[in-house]
C-alpha cells in the first residue's frame, strides 16, 4: 500500500483530530486545510505517517537513532494532517530536519492532550457557570466601564454570508459590552487554579470543528454551540449562553479555519 493511501483505519473522528491538532492548517508550509467549495467544507489534507510506514533503506539510514513517537507507526500517535503537496514532498524525500520538525509539533500536541485528560467534566460545567454567573450580576456601569474597543473587534473578519446581519449586530454588541468582564473573570479562575482558559477554548474549538465538518453553516454553528453550553454548563438563560459564544468567537478560534 503506498504511503499516501489513506488506510481504513483512519476513521473520520481520527481525521478531525488530526485536523484540529494543526489548527487547520498545514505544519509545514501553513496553507488552510479545509476549503469551501460550493458552499461545502472540503477536507483537503492527507493523513501522513510521521515515520514512514515502509521505510526505504535511505530513509532507515537517516532516521536511524531518531524519537520514535509510537512503537506502532500505523497509529495515531505516528499521524499527522498536512497538505497534499508537503505530504508527497515528505513521502519522497524527507530530511531528519522535517522529521523532527513534525516529531516536535506531535509532541507539543500530546502534552496538551494529556494535560486536557486531567480535566475533568465537572470542574469545566462548574467553572464556566461561574462566569455565566458574573455575566448575570453586571451592572451597566461596570459595562460602560470595560467596553472593548470597536477596532479590537474580529467578527467582521471571521463571519461569512450564512451568518446573517443580526447575528452579526448581536454577537458584536455582545462581545463589546462582554469581552473584557469576561476575559477577567477568566483569569481569575486561573488564579484560583480552577481553570485554565486554554484548555476551555481548545474544548469549544474542537466542538466548533465538529459542527463545521458537519457543514453547519455559520448562524446554524452560533445556535449549536448556545444549545451545547447551555447543556454541558447549566446555563438556562439562552442569552447568557450567546454572550459566552460570541466571546469564543472574538477569543478563540471558532469561525477560524479550524
Ligand atoms: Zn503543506
Known amino acids: 500500500m503506498s504511503e499516501k493511501t489513506i488506510r481504513g483505519n483512519v476513521n473520520d473522528t481520527v481525521k478531525m483530530s488530526l485536523l484540529c491538532e494543526v489548527n487547520g492548517s498545514c505544519p509545514l508550509c501553513r496553507k488552510d486545510l479545509i476549503v469551501k467549495k460550493k458552499l461545502k467544507n472540503v477536507r483537503v489534507f492527507d493523513v501522513a ?6 521505510p526505504t533503506p535511505h530513509e532507515e539510514e537517516i532516521l536511524k537513532g531518531e524519537t520514535l513517537l509510537s512503537e506502532d507507526i500505523d497509529s495515531e500517535a505516528n499521524f499527522i494532517a498536512l ?9 519522497t524525500q524527507k530530511t531528519v530536519k522535517e522529521y523532527r ?3 516536535a509539533i506531535k509532541n507539543e500536541i500530546n502534552k496538551i492532550k494529556e494535560l486536557s485528560v486531567l480535566w475533568d467534566k465537572q470542574t469545566l460545567h ?6 455565566a454567573n458574573k455575566i448575570g450580576l ?3 456601569l461596570s ?4 467596553l472593548l474597543s470597536y ?13 446573517g446581519m443580526i447575528n452579526e449586530i448581536k454577537v458584536s454588541q455582545f462581545i463589546l459590552s462582554f469581552f473584557i468582564p469576561i476575559k477577567e473573570a477568566l483569569k481569575d479562575l486561573e488564579k484560583q487554579e480552577k481553570a485554565k482558559s486554554t484548555f476551555i477554548c481548545s474544548q469549544v474549538k474542537s466542538y466548533y470543528v465538529l459542527l463545521l465538518m458537519k457543514d453547519f453553516n455559520q448562524a446554524q454553528i452560533f445556535e449549536k454551540m448556545t444549545d451545547w453550553f447551555m447543556k454541558n454548563t447549566g446555563i438556562t438563560d439562552r442569552s447568557k449562553s450567546e454572550v459566552l ?3 469564543f468567537i472574538q477569543n478563540c478560534e471558532v469561525y477560524s479555519k479550524c
Not at 49 to 54: A, K
Request: with cysteine; hydrophobic share 35%; glycine share 0%.
Open 49 to 54: 505517517h510521521i515515520y514512514p510506514l515502509h
Open 83 to 91: 497538505c497534499k503537496e508537503c505530504h508527497k514532498v515528505y513521502d
Open 101 to 103: 520538525q513534525l516529531v
Open 126 to 131: 462548574k467553572d464556566i457557570s461561574v462566569v
Open 138 to 140: 453586571l451592572d451597566e
Open 143 to 146: 459595562i460602560k466601564n470595560t
Open 151 to 163: 477596532d479590537a473587534l474580529k467578527i467582521s473578519d471571521k463571519k461569512d454570508d450564512t451568518f
Open 245 to 247: 459564544v460570541s466571546f
